[in-house]
Structure formats: structure tokens, C-alpha cells
């Protein structure tokens, strides 16, 4: 292989394991934390797109800064992750947590639903274009390749992202109390810590990176009708790989299945929509908990 | 006791009244269910599109505004009532659908069916419930050439894919003679996606047997979004010439984001449905991409003076505020076909015609329509041919719109294959009998 070829790969890997990582690392912060199984992710990730679409359109038409598009990205994730957290946490999934977890998983499958026809009833079936920040960005060539900055950005944006994560975890209170609901929510429950609210509020940084997900990738794509069904499939098998409710594995997961998928694209395109399922069962086979995930011990 | 009786008498005969009223209403009614995608990814790129192309249609008849031969009120003298219906939720709901429409609703008769999935799994059905359907735009070859040899019920009234990727190959052959050494495909990785690649393939082997294809061919996932790696590969295969399926979303996704990147500028596209996103995306629809629309349709009728085709522009953009793309002309042109096959059986039998009278009158038949005419020419009547066309892309600054120039027509006995020979033995032995 030569050295252009593999630079490419690299790239292109990158950016795909970014976008990948986006839209997964919601998913299994709620599900570290919430031990939910939280089908609705994709209805975050497409009302992130459509909001975000919707605000960027308003924004450049009212000949506003070119620069407060990107602004436009972050508020629609904002405003997202604190009415999903409100509507469908404390309205639906707080009547369930002692449910059995198949009943939440249809549970929020059954929302998924509904929140799919209520993006129709808000903005019909008519796609949205938010392609500006994308334009705005430029493009730089690398490898003798033209890549555009808006594309490479998100690489930026989802290593942001990880290090808040990996920094409230580690070196914050919220992060301790967090650690302390994941291990054992009964013992946290009667050393005094609220466990609802932590629940509360675990589900809305939950929504918000979803919703930051589908806003983030809105100008580069159409959006319509859909799109948070393929990326809710997208986002279970990088959890599945990584480990449910890991962050590093939601990291490492994107980036096997991103460099790899990008690999296959390059050298041997007839597999690409055969290797993240591939790596998924090989995952599964060999270590059935995902490659990060504790070990669980076992409450009798 | 008495009055209980006679109240519950007048009730009754009130009752039998309606029912009655009721029932010579639905009488004097042609019920006919459209299937189109209202919902999900198919909705905006095509069925919303056929949907508006229909309830146009369908108001132009029942009023009798159309321009002549469409110019009498209804189906022989019938009202239409359609009912417009989701084909979202994949083959097995639809088969459940149709069953509903025929056996709870009483349907006359089914015009419409986007995906070459649905088509493939509702044909037979249709068949087995003897109800009339006319298929206006799924494309797969394989419903009359594999599920359904002698069919009776069943029609399609536009080309199927293989005429497509046949006149794209000719266009190439036409315009860049010589010019074209390799070629690659990016298509969506489903049967359209695949049947699309390999009839464009096999006409290329022939039209242009200097030209060889990639060894590496892109098949990303329908609806994957995502085009970054596979347009890295194309800009750094050494082939020039790109074929591609893609619609709707995904073609707006990798129009996006290859323009970003120069793509269109680096290669020649060839899109076989390019035209279904063209008129949305404006300004941004790339110039210089050869587009097409299975048929004369959409961006190809645009100034077609055919008294019907000028009747239905003016009238979509006036009801909808936006050109009429191909989806919208080709169940339109289903409609019509229905139109036409129940005022030519009336006529013959005098009087409102059996559901048999209008399947003889539609077999085989030549029926006027936008641009030029539809011939049930293959599969016993029962598949039609059109001419189809190709040009490429420029923006008209004065109209405001993406048109056509170097546009080139080729007649339906070029680009489909012979009657009683299936397409892929047909490209696959140089497209012998086709006359160009």
C-alpha cells in the first residue's frame, strides 16, 4: 500500500470514526449510567438536524454574522437536551426504571415512534438544507486530496467531546456522584445522593450529544424523514463493540469500525457494508460485554 | 307503541334511503388507490411529488378540464376517488395494504408503487385478487420478466430501469466518442442500486468497448449519508466517468458533499435519476452532470408544447409553487393510462365498462400522453415503452432553474429489449433487434 493510499485511509477513517462517535457517545452515557437501552436516541439525532437546519436557514437569512451559524448548531443541541430530557425522562422513563428492561427498551422504541411523526407534523417531508458553515469552512488538500474543513472539523469537535467527558468523569463531583450511581444506585440512593436527578440530569447531556450529533452532520446532509432510523442501527454497533455505557469503548468502537470501514472503501469496497457487522459479531464471539466494559458484578 | 313503531319505521326507511342514496353514490364513483411514499426517505425525492402529480391529475379529470383526447369528465363518465396511501413499511405491510384496499374498501382499481421492492412483492398478490393495477414507477425488469410471465391484471406504464442505463450508455457512446476510457459506479447497495450498475456495465461493453470498467466498484448502503470515504476513492481512482443511481436523500448528501470537494469538477457524472433532486436543490444542483429521468418527464417536458404537458406545468406550479419533476409526471401518466383504457372500453361496450373490458382496452395499447405517446408494446400488452432522453445540466439565470442542453433522444426500440426477450440476455448479446 503506498503512503498517499494509507494517509487517505487515515483521514477518511477519521472523520467517519468522528461522526460515528458522535452519534453513539449519547447513547452510552445514558446507558452507562441509566441501564436504558435508549431506542429515542435517533429521534435526538434527527430533531437535532432538523433544529439546527432550521436555525441555520433563519440565521443566513437574516444576513446575520456568517460565523453565528456554528452557534446556531450548539443551541439547537442546547435547547434539545433539556426538553427531551424533561419530556421523555421525567415523563416516561422514571415510571419505568423498575421495570423489566425489555419493557423500557419498547418503551422508548415506542416514543422513537411517535417523536418520528411528530417531525413530520413539524416540518413535513421536505428536506432541509443547512449547507453554509460547510461552505464557509473552505477545504485543504492533503495527500493530494481536496477534504473539506467543515468534514475534518468534527474530528475536532468529537475529540472535544471526549475530553469533557473523560474530565467530568475523572476530576469533578458530578463526575464522583456519577461513578458512584453506576456502580451501585441503591448504596448511592441511601448515602444521600439524588439519584433521580442524576438520572434527570444524565439524560440530558444523553439527548444533548445526540441532538449535537444530528445538528453537527445537518449541513452535510439533506435532512428528511428517516435519517435517525439508520443512525440509531449505526450507533448500537458501536456500542455493542466498544462496551455498553463506555466511553472509551464508544471511542475505540468508532475508531475500529471508522478506519476499517474507510479501509474497505479503498481496497476492497464489495465488504464495506459487511465489515461493521463483522467486527461487531467477531466483538460479540470473542467478548460478548463490548472491548471496555467492566466487568459486572453479580448482585445476589 | 304505535308510534315506536312507525318512528322506528321512518327511522328505517330513512336509513335504506341513505344506505341506498349512499350506495348509487359509490355506484356512480370509480374508487382507485394511489400508493405512494408519504412518509420516510422515499417521501420527498418521489413520493410527495407523485402524490401532488396525482391529486392534479385526478381533479383535471373529474372537472373535465384537461385538454384533448382527456378532456371528458372522469373514467367513462365516472368520478374519481382516490385514496392516497402510505407505501412506507417495506413489502409484507403492502401486500397487507392492497389486501385492505381490495377486499375491506372495495377499490376499483390501483395505480402506483415507487419501489422496485414493493413491486416485486405486490404483483402476484394483485394478480391472485383480480384487481386491476397499473404499476406507475417502480423499475425493476423482474416483474413481468420473472414474478408474473403471462400477467392479466397487472401493467406498467413506463419504461423499467434497463431502458435507462441503455440510452445512458448510447449518450456516452454518442457524445464522448473516444473520450472515455474507464468508468466506475457508486450505487446504492440494494436492487436498484445493483440492476442499475450492471445494465449500464453490459450497454457500455458493447456501445463503448473501449472504455473498461473499475475493478472496484462503490456500493456504500442506501440512506448511509456519508460519503467521505467513497468520494476520496473516486477522486483517486484514474477513472473519469461516474454512473451512479443514487436519488433523494442520498444524491443531495453526496452532491453536498462532493461539491465541497470538487468532485463534479474532477469527473463526469452520469446520474440516471439525477433529474428527481435537480429543480430542489437549485443553484447547487452541479452544472455540466448528465442527468436523467426515465423518460421524457420532468426537467425533459419542460417546454414540450403538447397542449397536456402545457395544461399540467401551468397548473402544478400555480397549485404548488414549484416545478413538476418526474415522480409527478409518471403517476400522472399511470392515471391517464387508466383514463384512457375506461373511456376506449366504454366506448366499445356502450355502457360503463367491466373491470375485463378495461384490461382488453389497455393491452397493447398506444395512448396519447405529455410528450408523445406510451406504447403497452412488451410483456403482452402489458409493459410500456417510451422514448427516453439524456442532456446535461446548466443553470438558466433567466428562468431561474436548472435545464437541459446537448439533449438527445432515443426511441423506445434503441433502449428496451425486444418483445418476449428478457433484459439481462438481451444486453448480455450485444442488444440485438434494437433499432437506433
Redesign the interface.
Known amino acids: 500500500m503506498d503512503l498517499q ?1 494509507l494517509i ?2 487515515i ?3 477519521l ?2 470514526s468522528s ?1 460515528l462517535f458522535m452519534v453513539a457517545v449519547g447513547l452510552t452515557v445514558i446507558f452507562g449510567v441509566q441501564k436504558v437501552l435508549n431506542v429515542t436516541h435517533g429521534s435526538f439525532f434527527a430533531f437535532g438536524a432538523y433544529l439546527a437546519a432550521t436555525l441555520i436557514g433563519v440565521w443566513y437569512n437574516a444576513e446575520l454574522p456568517a460565523f453565528g451559524g456554528f452557534l446556531m448548531i450548539f443551541l439547537a443541541a442546547a435547547f434539545l437536551g433539556v426538553v427531551f430530557g424533561l419530556v421523555i425522562e421525567r415523563g416516561l422513563l422514571r415510571y419505568l426504571y423498575h421495570r423489566d428492561e425489555h419493557i423500557v427498551v419498547l418503551a422508548t422504541f415506542a416514543a422513537f415512534l411517535a417523536l ?2 411528530v417531525i ?1 407534523l413539524i416540518w413535513a ?3 432541509y ?1 443547512a ?1 453554509q458553515p ?2 464557509l469552512l473552505g ?1 485543504t488538500d492533503i495527500a493530494g ?4 474543513n ?2 475534518l472539523s468534527m474530528v475536532g469537535v468529537s475529540m472535544t467531546i471526549a475530553l469533557i467527558m473523560w474530565f467530568t468523569l475523572t476530576r469533578t463531583r458530578f463526575g464522583k456522584i456519577l461513578l458512584a450511581v453506576i456502580f451501585d444506585r441503591e448504596m448511592s440512593q441511601s448515602m444521600g445522593i439524588n439519584v433521580n436527578k442524576v438520572f434527570l440530569v444524565t439524560f440530558m447531556i444523553g439527548a444533548f450529544l445526540g441532538a449535537l450529533g444530528g445538528a453537527y ?1 445537518a ?4 435532512v ?4 435517525g ?2 443512525v440509531v442501527v449505526l450507533a448500537f454497533a458501536v456500542v455493542v463493540i466498544g462496551g455498553m455505557g463506555s466511553i472509551p469503548g464508544a471511542l475505540i468502537g468508532a475508531l475500529v469500525v471508522g478506519i476499517s ?2 479501509a474497505s ?2 481496497l476492497l ?2 465488504v ?2 459487511f465489515v461493521i457487522y463483522a467486527i461487531m459479531a467477531v466483538v460479540l464471539v470473542l467478548r460478548p460485554e463490548g472491548l471496555f466494559a467492566p466487568p459486572q458484578a453479580r448482585k445476589i | 307503541m304505535t308510534f315506536g313503531i312507525k318512528r322506528s319505521g321512518a327511522l328505517f326507511a330513512a336509513a335504506a334511503l341513505l344506505a341506498g342514496t349512499g350506495l348509487a353514490q359509490a355506484q356512480d364513483k370509480v374508487k382507485m388507490a394511489v400508493p405512494t411514499f ?4 422515499g ?2 425525492a418521489f ?2 411529488p407523485a402524490k401532488k402529480g396525482s391529486e392534479l391529475i385526478v381533479r383535471g379529470i373529474n372537472e373535465g378540464t384537461l385538454p384533448a383526447p382527456y378532456n371528458t369528465p372522469g373514467f367513462a363518465g365516472r368520478m374519481v376517488d382516490a385514496i392516497i396511501y402510505d407505501e412506507a413499511g417495506g413489502g409484507t405491510k403492502q401486500v397487507t395494504e392492497l389486501r385492505n384496499k381490495v377486499q375491506k374498501e372495495k377499490v376499483d382499481l390501483v395505480v402506483g408503487y415507487i419501489s422496485s421492492g414493493t413491486c416485486s412483492a405486490v404483483t402476484n398478490v394483485a394478480e391472485e385478487l383480480k384487481i386491476l393495477t397499473i404499476e406507475t414507477v417502480c423499475g425493476t425488469p423482474r416483474v413481468f420478466e420473472e414474478l408474473d410471465k403471462n400477467p392479466k391484471y397487472v401493467f406498467r406504464t413506463m419504461n423499467h430501469a434497463t431502458g435507462n442505463n441503455v440510452s445512458a450508455a448510447h449518450y456516452i457512446a454518442k457524445t464522448r466518442k473516444g473520450q472515455v476510457k474507464g468508468f466506475v459506479g457508486l450505487n446504492q ?1 440494494y436492487a436498484w442500486g445493483q440492476d442499475s450498475w450492471r445494465d449500464f456495465e453490459l450497454a457500455m461493453r458493447h456501445l463503448a468497448p473501449e472504455a473498461k470498467p473499475s475493478s ?6 442506501i ?4 460519503y ?3 468520494i ?2 473516486l ?2 481512482g484514474k477513472e473519469k466517468l461516474v454512473h451512479s443511481s443514487f436519488w ?2 442520498d444524491l ?2 453526496l452532491i ?2 462532493g461539491s ?3 468532485l463534479f469538477h474532477k469527473k463526469d457524472f452520469v446520474l440516471t435519476v439525477g433529474e428527481t433532486v435537480a429543480y ?2 437549485g443553484k ?1 444542483f452541479p452544472q455540466g452532470l448528465m442527468i436523467g429521468a426515465r423518460g421524457p418527464y420532468g426537467m425533459y417536458a419542460v417546454d414540450d408544447p403538447n397542449p397536456l404537458n402545457q395544461w399540467f406545468q401551468k397548473e402544478y406550479r400555480k397549485a404548488y409553487g414549484e416545478p413538476p419533476a418526474q415522480p409527478a409526471y409518471q403517476y400522472a401518466q399511470g392515471i391517464l393510462a387508466a383514463k384512457y383504457a375506461y373511456d376506449t372500453a366504454a366506448k366499445k361496450a356502450g355502457k360503463f365498462p367491466t373491470t375485463d373490458q378495461v384490461i382488453e382496452a389497455l393491452e397493447g395499447a398506444t395512448f396519447p400522453t405529455f410528450v408523445g405517446e406510451v406504447k403497452m408494446a412488451l410483456s403482452k400488452g402489458h409493459q410500456a415503452v417510451t422514448d427516453d432522453l439524456w442532456g446535461v445540466t446548466v443553470w438558466d439565470e433567466k428562468r431561474g432553474e436548472t435545464v437541459l442542453k446537448d439533449v438527445i433522444v432515443f426511441p423506445a426500440s434503441c433502449i428496451m429489449p425486444p418483445e418476449g426477450v428478457a433484459s439481462i440476455p438481451w444486453l448480455e448479446g450485444g442488444m440485438k433487434g434494437a433499432k437506433c
Open positions: 493510499l487517505v485511509i483521514v477518511d477513517g472523520i467517519y461522526y418520528e411523526d413530520i417531508t421536505d428536506p438544507f449547507y460547510m461552505e477545504w486530496l481536496t477534504f473539506d467543515y468534514n452532520v449541513p452535510t446532509i439533506s428528511q424523514p428517516g435519517i432510523v439508520e470501514r474507510a472503501v479503498h469496497p464489495e464495506e457494508l | 408519504l412518509t420516510g426517505a417521501a420527498p413520493g410527495i447497495n472496484k466498484q462503490q456500493f456504500p448502503k440512506f448511509a449519508g456519508q467521505g470515504a467513497e476520496s476513492a477522486l483517486r433523494g436523500g443531495e448528501a453536498g458533499q465541497a470537494r470538487g430542489r436543490l447547487k
